[in-house]
């Protein structure tokens, strides 16, 4: 049976009127106490985590500066750094899948969340959810040996031959490039866009619909017009959840990209990502500097996606309380 | 259900704990893709022999191979490049004494492509190779390569140039002969492990180089000759110093070290890249095994020296077969000697 | 007047016939994957896959044995990492904390969330691999556990706090005392929640590459106890499609599969035991 010593809830935290000691003697304040050491580590690590990147860096920074961000040449030859061709194909390629992913993936939302019966959109829910589950090296597998060759066979000559005068449609093409890592990137991100705006498209009020419906609009423009611009806060929090997930994906991207540090305007061009680059270098990065330099491309990389990843979560969270008439 | 969980996990937790127990000696190394096969292949074979020693190598480069046995996370390297002055200087300020080079095989880089409707092997001379890889000849029909190729229908496509994006020794190797015949190459790029390419892609590891050839048409890279006969691409010839266009095999590569064997340093750092020679193929190296000369473990120290023993008898037998040259019998018997260095 | 409303009807059913259209577009991409992966690594499945180990270089055959091992053993040390941290951690938010520490340490959870996977090498490089100067089980691990920690430490501190008031105070009022009540009657009435998100966290990390590219590094051997080197199948599955040789990428798609029928049963299973009637909210 219990001690004797038991607490009431409404008794709370101990007080201070009892010694250290005795309070150590109730169970529930080791079990406090070591819950509270999980917890705190969880703080710790992540502490830890960023104080390692940006010490780890330092040499790096101190001799760049910001020139780090606006440099194109990167040649360890000359241990001379720059992370601009890198941030530019991490965007380019991140950009690339959301024009791809969000009207797809806002499309099917609408779908899952306005039309389909609850039955239907919970069991297609339930397949988005298992597509998000695959992992990175799978889309590259797939990347490596279905989109190459078809970028390859049907997608350049289709794009590039009636549009090729523009400088995004210029040859040639390798098969890999920017556009290759664009479109698998979008395959890995949809399921997020999805999920997230199904959800918030749920969350706004069944008396919206029923408002517009009554004045007389059609099913999709009581949609289009009034369901969507209520929860459009939460789509533009997925859409970010969406990107942050883009720029830090690193298997599926260096298996398509090209692996050359190359600045163009050319979709079809190789490039690289800062979490290719990353992977390809970091164990034979020789000398001090090259490592640093690594390392912070690494903090940019986190950096980028923390904000986000924190802008998203705001977002997300304003729209559905706004839903749910809960004061924000 | 939850006491079946319960149960896989303990079986699978004794399970790991009594593999823990065994206990073959494990020796880590890491390096040059360029001799992966033949190394895959001594490993295996040298663990058929001593069941009790296991060799774990990783091809991740020669870059790679030179910083992790400087960091010490591996117990040895390899490498194509042989380490500069400031990378030995590095490793023994860090560690306190030196590292020392053990040639292995001789091994060539060749050019490698996949040009529609050519099969054979074309001729190219070190002109056409620097213009192609700087950036300067963009069409397989351009007269540099048509000049030396009469007779052979090159389209008019686009030159897909490959590269390594890894720091590779068979980049080492590649610029290291480019630096050597164009002045051009010589200061705008210049030789390294990584270099800032002027065109191309990049792949990773001779797997990665050969694998992108393979898949894109009219491309163009640079391998070690092992991987471009074993994958069935076509490779080219190119022209020597003396004039000749020669195609790399075991003849042309031994030609191109036959002269550095009798000159052969000390430490083992040697380029004959462009070796002089009537039949010597132009793009020939040594490949190394970087080995720290102190090795506290004196098991895994043991182990190290009798394998490069066996390597250099019983191992050169596995050479040619998988096309490396032998090493020279001069540089057989200075290393011989000279693992005693090893501490 | 009729003939505008009959062109908005019009309208309304084309976009969302189209809104259909990218539902279905959407899930196939699923069954694309897995029959894709299923007919080329399905023929290359044999017994010689699960047991042998890889041949040298070259040459044909062999198998993944020790890749498939050295996955289970780092998922294995992973979850020992993670979950505990995970789940005590959630107590604590749950059960003990006051709102502003919840809050910090939420926030903390959150960002190690949103880390891309290779920062997490970087960091699992330098704190483990480095100091030990080895590759190891150890530090994949680490590297994997790190990621498991904010899904358990959310779900955990989620489920629980869905527990109904009325379990604890019926607790309580038999005399129970707080930690009694966690461990006896909150922790086992959320279980299939927390069950559920221990799952999802190990199919997260099953298929993690980029951070064992510098911690487990690779192995083509049997990984000997925790401190080696070791292969894995995600790792494998790289090396082996950027490779020329034929007989890898056979290998690449059998390992793919394998792996992605893991993970997707995990998946199936965690989410079969979280709908099957609890008596907390779903997130």
């Not at chain 1, 969000?102 to 499309?107: K, N, S």
């Not at chain 3, 899904?151 to 019926?170: A, C, D, K, N």
Request: charged share 15%; hydrophobic share 50%; proline share 5%.
């Amino acid at each position: 049976m219990a001690t004797a010593k038991t607490t009431l809830p409404s008794a709370g935290p101990a007080t201070g009127s009892r010694s250290f000691v005795s309070r150590l003697r109730d169970g529930d304040e080791i079990a406090r106490l070591t819950t509270m050491v999980f917890a705190a580590t969880v703080v710790l690590i992540t502490l830890l985590l960023v104080y390692e990147l940006w010490t780890n860096s330092a040499l790096a920074r101190a001799k760049f500066g910001f020139h780090f961000f606006v440099t194109r040449v990167w040649d360890p030859n000359i241990d001379q750094y720059g992370a601009l061709p890198f941030m530019y194909g991490t965007l380019v390629t991140s950009v690339l899948a959301l024009l791809i992913a969000v009207p797809l993936g806002i499309g099917a939302a609408i779908f899952l969340a306005e039309l389909a019966p609850p039955r239907i959109s919970d069991t297609l829910q339930f397949f988005i959810d298992l597509l998000a589950a695959v992992p990175s090296v799978i889309y590259g597998l797939l990347g490596v040996f279905i989109i190459v060759p078809l970028m390859r066979t049907v997608i350049f000559p289709g794009l590039n031959k009636p549009l090729g005068f523009m400088p995004f449609f210029k040859g040639p093409s390798y098969g890999v490039g920017f556009l290759t890592a664009g479109i698998v990137l979008a395959i890995m991100v949809i399921p997020y866009i999805i999920s997230v705006s199904r959800e918030v498209l749920l969350s706004v009020p069944q008396d919206q619909r029923e408002a517009a419906l009554a004045l007389g609009s059609t099913h999709w423009e009581s949609t289009w017009k009034v369901v969507v611009p209520f929860a459009k806060t939460g789509i533009l929090g997925s859409i970010f959840l969406a990107l942050a997930r883009a720029l830090g994906e690193t298997m599926a991207v260096t298996m398509v990209i090209g692996n050359t540090p190359t600045i163009s305007a050319s979709l079809f061009s190789p490039g690289d990502s800062i979490a290719s680059v990353i992977a390809n270098q970091f164990t034979e990065a020789t000398g001090d500097l090259y490592l640093q330099a690594l390392v912070g491309l690494g903090l940019v990389l986190f950096l980028m996606t923390f904000i986000l990843n924190g802008l998203a979560r705001i977002l997300i969270v304003v729209t559905t309380q706004k839903g749910s008439g809960v004061p924000t | 259900m939850k006491r079946i969980a319960v149960l896989v996990v303990g079986v699978l937790a004794l399970g790991a704990i009594v593999w823990a127990g065994q206990n073959p000696l494990l020796i880590n190394g890491a390096g040059a893709s360029f001799p992966n096969p033949i190394y895959s292949k001594w490993f295996d074979e040298y663990h058929k022999k001593n069941a009790n020693i296991q060799f774990n190598y990783q091809s991740v480069g020669s870059g790679a191979g030179i910083k992790q046995v400087t960091d010490g996370t591996v117990d040895f390297g390899a490498t194509d490049g042989p380490m500069n002055d400031e990378q030995l200087k590095a490793f023994q300020d860090k560690r306190g004494y030196g590292i020392l080079h053990f040639p292995t095989v001789l091994g060539a880089a060749v050019p490698t492509y996949n040009v529609p409707g050519v099969t054979g092997a074309l001729n190219f001379t070190s002109d056409a190779l620097a213009g192609i890889f700087l950036g300067k000849i963009t069409k397989w029909n351009d007269p540099a390569i048509a000049g030396a190729n009469k007779g052979v229908n090159l389209p008019a496509n686009d030159i897909v140039v490959v590269h390594r994006s890894d720091g590779s020794g068979t980049t080492y190797i590649w610029t290291d002969y480019l630096s050597k015949i164009s002045d051009e190459w010589k200061s705008k790029v210049g030789k390294n492990t990584s270099v800032n390419w002027p065109v191309g892609l990049g792949g990773k590891g001779n797997e990665g180089v050969t694998g992108l050839i393979k898949q894109t048409p009219n491309s163009i890279g640079y391998v070690e000759l092992i991987y471009a006969a074993q994958n069935s691409i076509p490779y080219g010839a190119v022209k020597n110093s003396s004039g000749n266009f020669v195609k790399a095999d075991l003849v042309s590569v031994s030609a191109a070290a036959a002269g550095a064997a009798k000159d052969m340093p000390d430490d083992f750092r040697v380029s004959i890249t462009n070796a002089p020679g009537k039949t010597a193929y132009p793009i020939s190296s040594f490949t190394w095994l970087l080995v720290p000369a102190k090795i506290q473990d004196a098991a895994k120290r043991d182990a190290i020296k009798g394998f490069v023993k066996w390597m250099l008898a019983d191992g050169q037998n596995y050479a040619e077969g998988l096309s490396y040259a032998k090493l020279p019998k001069e540089v057989i018997e200075k290393e011989k000697k000279a693992i005693n260095n090893i501490q | 007047m009729s003939a505008s409303v009959k062109w908005r009807r019009l309208v309304s059913n084309f976009m969302l016939t189209l809104t259909g259209v990218c539902a279905v577009v959407s899930v196939s991409v699923l069954f694309f994957i897995l029959g894709y992966l299923v007919y080329n690594g399905g023929t290359s499945i044999n017994w010689a896959f699960f047991t042998q180990l890889p041949t040298p270089v070259g040459e044909t055959g062999g198998g993944m044995a020790n890749a498939i091992v050295g996955s289970a053993k780092l998922l294995m040390a992973a979850s020992l990492l993670g979950v505990p941290i995970g789940f005590l951690g959630g107590i604590y938010l749950a059960e003990f904390s006051g709102s502003a520490v919840a809050s910090v340490v939420r926030y903390a959870a959150d960002l190690l969330n949103g880390v891309p996977s290779i920062v997490m090498g970087i960091f699992a490089y330098s704190i483990v691999v480095l100091p030990f100067k080895h590759f190891s089980t150890l530090a994949g691990a680490f590297a994997l556990g790190l990621m498991m920690i904010p899904i358990t430490l959310r779900s955990t501190e989620e489920f629980l706090g869905g527990v109904p008031r009325y379990l604890r105070e019926g607790a309580m009022a038999l005399g129970a005392s707080k930690w009694k009540t966690i461990a006896t009657v909150v922790v086992p009435a959320a279980y299939r929640g927390i069950l559920t998100a221990i799952l999802l966290a190990l199919a997260r990390v099953a298929g993690e590459t980029a951070p064992l590219l510098f911690t487990a590094f690779g192995n083509r051997y049997w990984s000997e106890g925790w401190g080696q080197p070791t292969a894995s199948l995600p790792v494998m599955i790289f090396t082996y499609a950027v490779s020329p040789y034929d007989d890898w990428h056979r290998q690449a798609w059998a390992a793919g599969l394998v792996l992605l029928g893991l993970i997707l049963i995990i998946n199936i299973l965690a989410r079969t035991i979280l709908s099957r009637g609890i008596a907390v909210p779903r997130s």
